[in-house]
């Protein structure tokens, strides 16, 4: 049985993220999504709002999870006995950093990572990039799933 993890900072979840996520449901026999609890930037939502986030929009798939973790991620991966761990990759702009970080878990922990090209249409999509928008009174309503989108707007007013 193979079990994929799925690690980000999911400051929110957007169309790009789920559409990783539901291509590893259908290749690996569990997924668990990890949400990293404290991400380098000053996160939106709260670790535990990820959370619920991504377990509404992934409700429909049986066999992925969702989880959280502090501290390294080939850490998690040992105490969750994943197999390999699986990031999207939007473009080339990614691929440094996600190479660089692929082979420091590799060496710290002989963990193997695979790489899911994102779908064209997403290519442009950051969580970064939706925050910004919405908050400067943009349109994100095609780019991030029915509960995000609330959960984003409430947000944007509140502030
Ligand atoms: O969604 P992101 O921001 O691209 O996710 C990055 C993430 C959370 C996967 C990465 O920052 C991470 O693995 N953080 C945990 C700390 C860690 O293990 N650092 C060493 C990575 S080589």
């Known amino acids: 049985m193979t079990s994929a993890l799925v690690p980000g900072s999911f400051d929110p979840p957007t169309k790009g993220h789920l559409d990783v996520i539901e291509r590893c449901a259908a290749i690996f026999e569990t997924v668990l999504v990890a949400v990293v609890r404290n991400p380098s930037k000053d996160p939106l939502f709260s670790a535990e709002e990820r959370i619920e986030l991504l377990k509404e929009c992934c409700a429909n798939w049986p066999n992925v999870e969702i989880g959280s973790f502090d501290g390294l991620l080939v850490d998690y991966a040992r105490q969750t006995r994943s197999d390999v761990i699986v990031k999207g990759l939007r473009a080339i702009t990614d691929f440094d950093y996600e190479l660089q970080m692929s082979q420091m878990n590799r ?18 999509l950051s969580s970064s990039l939706i925050k910004q928008v919405a908050g400067l009174g943009g349109s994100v309503d095609s780019l991030i799933p029915a509960p995000v989108l609330d959960a984003l707007k ?6």
């Open 107 to 124: 060496h710290l922990s002989g963990i193997v990572t695979m790489f899911i090209a994102t779908k064209p249409e997403y290519g442009y």
């Open 154 to 159: 409430a947000r944007v007013h509140d502030d």
